[in-house]
Structures are given as C-alpha cells and as structure tokens.
C-alpha cells in the first residue's frame, strides 16, 4: 500500500482523505503537476515547481506550501514508496468551505488543498513503445479557453484518450481552426529535413516542461526549430513525428489518421532527442 500526502500528513493510501465540499471535487477547481522520478530522483523538478507557481497564480488560489517544503515532500513520497522510476503526482486545489458557492472562499478562512502520491511505471526510460512509436487520431479541440493553466479539467482530454481507445490506437492530438493544438496530455511536434515543428506558445496549448528542455537540447545539437502551428496534412506528409510530456519523455508518433508518418517507423531525430532528454535530465535530476 502506497504512503501518501494530504494536507500535511503523511497516510496510508486509504486513510487519505479530503472533504465532499472540496472545491477540486465540487468544481474543477484545482490545479496539478506530475513529475517524473529516474534513478529515484526528480526530473525537472524546478520546472514544474515554476509552472505550479504560475497556473496558482492565474487563478488566484494560494500556495499551501514553500518550494522546500514541496521538494521534501517528493523527495519522502519518492523514498517511502521506493519509487526507482515512475512519477510523482501532485494536486492543489482552492479547498473546502464547507459548502458549495460559486464565488472563491476567503482564502485566509479556507486555505487550499494539498495532494501528492507516487505512481511506480518501471520501464518509463527504456519502454517498448519507445522503440515502436505510437498511433494518433485526430479530434477536435473542445477544451475550454485556458489550456496554459494546469487545471483538473481532464474530462475532454479523458474523452480524448476514450475515442483514441475507439479507434484502436494510442492517443489523439487535437484539431481547432484546422491547426493542431497538442496530444490530449502532451504536446506534438513535427520534423522536416532539420527543422522541428510545434506549435507555438499561448492560451491554446500547456507549455509542456518537456518541451522546453526538448527544445533546449535540439538547438543545441544544431536543429532549426519553428515554433508554429501545423496541420494534419502537413504532419502526414512529414518525416517525422513525436509528442513530448513528463510521462512519456520524447515518443515518436508513426501514423496519424490511419497514415504512416514516412515509412512508419520511429524517426532518428524523435529517437536521438529521447536519448539526449533521458541523459541529460538523469545528470541533473535531484
Ligand atoms: N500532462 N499538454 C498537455 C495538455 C498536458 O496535459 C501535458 C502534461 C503536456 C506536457 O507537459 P509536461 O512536459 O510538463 O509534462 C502538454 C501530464 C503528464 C498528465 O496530465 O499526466
């Protein structure tokens, strides 16, 4: 049984608990993180610590915790359920005034609500999917209007994952005006000759912290990156695809809509950038 965190108390998994009126439970109203564990350390950890920081803001909901005080926690999360790989979920959410009102609580009367726990994935750097690739469909994007803010809001993306499971493949990446936005929990690039393709930063899409150091290291290794919307006929006409997240790391994508992606195989540039990522991030994990 997993240990995990609520509200300042370390607990066995199902002794865990938070209230009915919990606005997390009640409204959506929360926000989260996941950050991947290697080697039993903490991949990009100021990252996400800095995103947290800024969807908090976005909302207006308060910190419940310190940065120290956050890093302790995945460290003892990490160490008391012995994760060597896998993940480390975190939640915040405006809490619980002991109703339902459409209107924030008082934070100073209700304060947030914290929660964290591991999820064990042995296999996460060195997978089979890696070395096969995945399959997409496209949907449209029917997620509300402020993707950049991490939010709980995962009932589309859900759905998304559902009619990707319809179709028979691994995900979907979703479409609106024609473009697409990014993978219903991950954001999707493309590759022609050495160039790499995604979408450019706004409302639209989460910035991923994947994508900042994948996008880091590309230009390092000299690769031209255009940060730009594409469409599913130029991903399909494409070299290469791959999406990018905490959980999957850099996955190559080899067909979209029933087409293979070149000759349907995981691309050199997709593979070399998810061993660099692993790498490199493994050095300075903490
Ligand atoms: N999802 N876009 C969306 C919509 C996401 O939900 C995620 C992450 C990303 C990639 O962000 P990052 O590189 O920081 O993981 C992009 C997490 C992994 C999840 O919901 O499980």
Redesign the pocket.
């Known amino acids: 049984m997993r240990t995990v965190y609520v509200n300042g108390e370390y607990l066995p998994e199902d002794q865990a608990k938070v209230s009915i009126f919990d606005r997390g439970f009640l409204m959506a109203d929360g926000v989260y993180e996941?950050t991947s564990v290697l080697d039993g350390k903490l991949i990009d950890f100021d990252g996400h610590t800095a995103r947290l920081h800024r969807s908090l803001s976005e909302l207006d909901m308060a910190n419940p915790v310190t940065d120290a005080e956050l890093l302790e926690i995945h460290r003892s999360l990490v160490a008391k359920n012995a994760i060597e790989e896998g993940l480390v979920y975190l939640q915040v959410t405006r809490g619980s005034s002991g109703d339902r009102d459409f209107v924030f609580p008082d934070p100073k009367t209700t304060p947030s609500s914290i929660v964290l726990f591991t999820q064990s994935k042995p296999g996460l750097a060195f997978g089979p999917a890696a070395a096969k690739g995945i399959r997409v469909v496209s949907i449209p994007d029917q997620r509300w209007g402020r993707?950049d803010i991490k939010t709980v809001q995962l009932l589309y993306?859900s759905m998304g994952k559902m009619m990707a499971k319809a179709a028979g493949v691994d995900d979907a990446w979703m479409i609106e005006d024609g473009m697409v936005t990014?993978?219903?929990?991950?954001?999707a690039y493309i590759v022609k000759g050495n160039t790499i393709i995604t979408r450019h930063l706004g409302h639209e899409?989460?910035s991923?912290?994947?994508?900042t150091a994948v996008l880091r290291f590309a230009r390092e290794a000299q690769m031209q990156v255009e940060e730009r919307s594409f469409s599913i006929a130029e991903a399909q006409g494409a070299d290469e695809a791959f999406i990018?997240?905490?959980?999957t790391f850099v996955m190559p994508v080899v067909e979209i809509d029933g087409k293979p992606v070149a000759t349907g195989a995981p691309g050199s540039v997709a593979t070399r950038l998810r061993e660099i990522y692993i790498e490199e991030s493994r050095k300075v994990a903490i």
């Open positions: 996941v993707r993306p990014e993978g219903t929990s991950n954001n899409i989460l991923g912290i994947t994508r990018t997240s905490a959980t």
